[in-house]
């Protein structure tokens, strides 16, 4: 069974920069891909951005390409989101997935496993 625990949400300033970590436990990480993606209130999940199963792929939401980068540790069995210049607008719960296979989606309900997310909260 796989566990996948967010951290690092927080209050930051527009402008600012932000890192999230995401700690997976379980045999499925070493292969598989991961996601980050985004719930504020009121609007559905969005993909945020997603890393191959061996870290060679990345894909970003246009909203947010040349501000985050993700990255993955298979060693240390982490996935990160480094936030930079970020905007009121980028407030949501965060949530880390992973699916089995090196290939990415952008669709929520192709990845089987779940943080519980993390808030972050920019202000103006």
């Known amino acids: 069974q796989v566990q996948l625990i967010e951290s690092g949400g927080g209050l930051v300033q527009a402008g600012g920069s932000l890192s999230l970590s995401c700690a997976a436990s379980?045999?499925?990480?070493?292969?598989?891909?991961m996601a980050w993606f985004r719930q504020a209130p009121g609007k559905e999940r969005e993909f945020v951005a997603a890393i191959s199963g061996r870290g060679g792929r990345t894909d970003y939401a246009d909203s947010v390409r040349g501000r985050f980068t993700i990255f993955r540790d298979n060693v240390d069995s982490t996935v990160n989101l480094r936030m930079s210049s970020v905007q009121p607008e980028d407030t949501a719960v965060y949530y880390c997935a992973t699916r089995g296979g090196d290939t990415y989606s952008r669709a929520p309900g192709m990845y089987g496993y779940w943080g519980r997310g993390t808030q972050v909260t920019v202000s103006a």
């Open positions: 379980g045999p499925s990480f070493t292969y598989g891909a």
